[in-house]
Each structure stands twice: as C-alpha cells, then as structure tokens.
Nanobody, 114 residues
Framework: QVQLVESGGGLVQAGGSLRLSCAAS????????MGWYRQAPGKQRELVAR???????DYADSVKGRFTISRDNAKNTVSLQMNSLKPEDTAVYYC????????WGQGTQVTVSS
C-alpha cells in the first residue's frame, strides 16, 4: 500500500508564505518523480511543480520564482515552499507520486485572502 499525506495548508494573507509537506509511506526514490497539483473551484486540476528522482524540477509559469519544490529522500517527504502568495493560488493542493502507477494524497486546502 502507498499512502501520501499532505499537510501545511491553511489561511494566509496575500504576500505571505506557506510550506506544504507530503509524507510518503514508501521510499520516494521508487517513483520517477514527485509533484504537486492543485485544483481551484471551477478550474481543472493543474500541475504546479514536479521534481524527478534525479532532482530535475519544473514549474507552472504562474508560480515560477515564487514556489520551490524539494525532496528529502531520507524522510520520504516532498515539500512545496510557497512565497508571495496570491489569491489566485487558492486551491486544494495534492501530492502525486509518478511511476508505473500514480498515487495521490487527499489534498490540503490553501486559501489566500486579499
């Protein structure tokens, strides 16, 4: 069984910061990549950031320069540092493990107020 548990979401004012964490029940090196998706009301789920097993990262244009994805293989965790948050960042954020099969967490709510 593979379980992903997100944490760190909450309510923050525009311009503030949050750090999301994803804890995996198995070694994250067993996956090709780890990433974060988000889904806002009325919008399609979108890929926010991804980091491969080799450490290569990519980001959605809307978050470049503001968000940073990182991984801690020893702790089997993936984090998303979110700075300079904007109201349009409001969404449920999901951790995803990419491999032969994809696994998703239950999500954590991020709300950015004006």
């Amino acid at each position: 069984q593979v379980q992903l548990v997100e944490s760190g979401g909450g309510l923050v004012q525009a311009g503030g910061s949050l750090r999301l964490s994803c804890a995996a029940s198995v070694g994250i090196n067993s996956f090709n990549a780890m990433g974060w998706y988000r889904q806002a009301p009325g919008k399609q789920r979108e890929l926010v950031a991804r980091i491969t097993s080799g450490g290569i990262t990519d980001y959605a244009d809307s978050v470049k320069g503001r968000f940073t994805i990182s991984r801690d293989n020893a702790k089997n965790t993936v984090s998303l540092q979110m700075n300079s948050l904007k109201p349009e960042d409001t969404a449920v954020y999901y951790c995803d493990a990419f491999g032969r099969y994809d696994y998703w967490g239950q999500g954590t709510q991020v709300t950015v107020s004006s």
